[in-house]
């Protein structure tokens, strides 16, 4: 018999030849997934064999994010059986199915996963848990349509481990992703891992390199979870920023992104998933820390455990103090009126530099800005969040250039049309990924001294 181990990768190159490459570089903790359905023209037995035998076949049907019709299920389940004569180490069998015959006889060298799909909002994991099915291990697949929803599986997670179940339940889509994530400390046998030189094989999963790198398959029941919350989120540096400093300080935390646009859903999940600890990014800045009751805006909170009060600091605000100290004095232009651009203007005026701030409802002409002759630009809307988008008042920016001596930007990608025109103009720059440094420093220091622990 060949156990379930915790990483399971499906294979979903474009060609036969770069997933059995991929496979035959896994490690002995990672065992691919061989999904007929996506290579619909090679010989099923001969695919196994390929493999040695050491994988988990799988025949998904179109209704469960699959290839294989609908219509169709006799074929795809006769196409499944075809790999018997290989021996796989595990094949996958709908949960409603009964064991067929053949694959009755090939056990226990072949073992038996149990899976089933649910429809968006159906979670009947007691009832599931209640009456399975003939099988070796178990897997059951919802949708995340709220943040908080993967909150819900936790008490079947349990109770599976407790019962020595092998069972793994989590959500699809992008809200999901904290169920793949957190599937050990909730006591999941096993996650879904996208190939590191593949695409994802549903929305919400993550690659393999990424949960080793977040060491998913180590985490406890005592993790505290912390994230950057907002939307977007999911490219975010934060988890590569903290999780290794969290795993340098001994602390049990880990640290994922969290994609939520809405306050009230936001409030939802911190007590769902037991958040201990969060970055705020827009558009929840002054949204999220006012309906906990806490004065806004603020990019960081935390709290040493759940139901205990938040704690809340603008790590943002002190890492542009820190810049702005090296930088010229003089008057600046602000461009942007959001949670960014507020906390901007408080620490420029803060700092005694008189402001000029600009934005889609607070307009103003190239004239006014070349008169306020500013010696800085602080770039604080979003533009620049995706590859295309240009540079914010380009009219205002040039209005700028006879007085202007450095510039700053808020959004950390590289070579934003903003930091373009900064470097073309000569300008002395502060660019979004030094002050990401900054703030995720102050972030990071108070998560590992105020999440979790003793009280």
Known sequence: MS???????????????????????????????????????????????????????????????????????????????????????????????????????????????????????????????????????????????????????RP????????????????????????????????????????????????????????????????????????????????????????????????????????????????EALEALGILGLSITAPLKLSLPQALGLKGPLNTLWRRASGQPWRGANTDAEALGQSLSKLAPGPVLLLGGGGVGRTSREVLEAAGRPVLQVSRQAPTTSATVAAFAPVGVVQATSLGMAPEDPPPFPDLLQATLPSARWALEWIYKEDTAFVTWARKAGLDLVSGAALFEAQAEGQSRRFIEGCGGPS
């Open 156 to 267: 079947a997670l349990a109770w599976a481990r407790e019962h020595g179940i092998a069972f793994s339940a989590f959500l699809m889509g992008p809200k999901g992703l904290v169920s793949r994530a957190l599937q050990r400390a909730w006591g999941g046998a096993f996650t879904y891992a996208a190939p590191d030189d593949g695409p994802a094989a549903a929305p919400g999963q993550l690659p393999l390199a990424t949960l080793r790198a977040w060491r998913c398959e180590h985490l406890h029941r005592g993790h505290g979870l912390c994230g950057v919350i907002g939307d977007p989120v999911l490219h975010s540096r934060g988890p590569a920023f903290h999780n290794p400093r969290f795993q340098q300080a001994g602390k049990d935390l880990v640290y994922i992104p969290l994609l939520c646009g809405d306050a009230d859903e936001a409030v």
């Open 3 to 153: 156990p379930l181990p915790f990483h399971l990768v499906t294979l979903t190159h474009p060609t036969w030849g770069a997933a059995l490459a991929c496979a035959k570089h896994l490690p002995e903790d990672a065992l691919p997934e061989l999904r007929l359905d996506l290579f619909p023209e090679a010989h099923p037995e001969a695919l196994v064999a390929a493999l040695g035998g050491r994988c988990l076949v799988t025949c998904r049907r179109q209704s469960e994010g699959g290839r294989w019709p609908d219509a169709d299920d006799a074929g795809r389940v006769a196409h499944l059986l075809r790999t018997l004569k290989a021996r796989p180490a595990w094949v996958d069998l709908e949960w409603e199915l009964p064991v067929p015959a053949s694959l009755q006889a090939a056990r226990p060298d072949v073992q038996v996963l149990r899976s089933v799909h649910v429809a968006p909002g159906v979670f009947d994991l007691e009832r599931r848990l209640a009456a399975l099915p003939d099988g070796d291990a178990f897997k059951w697949v919802g949708w995340a349509g709220r943040l908080g929803d993967s909150g819900r599986l």
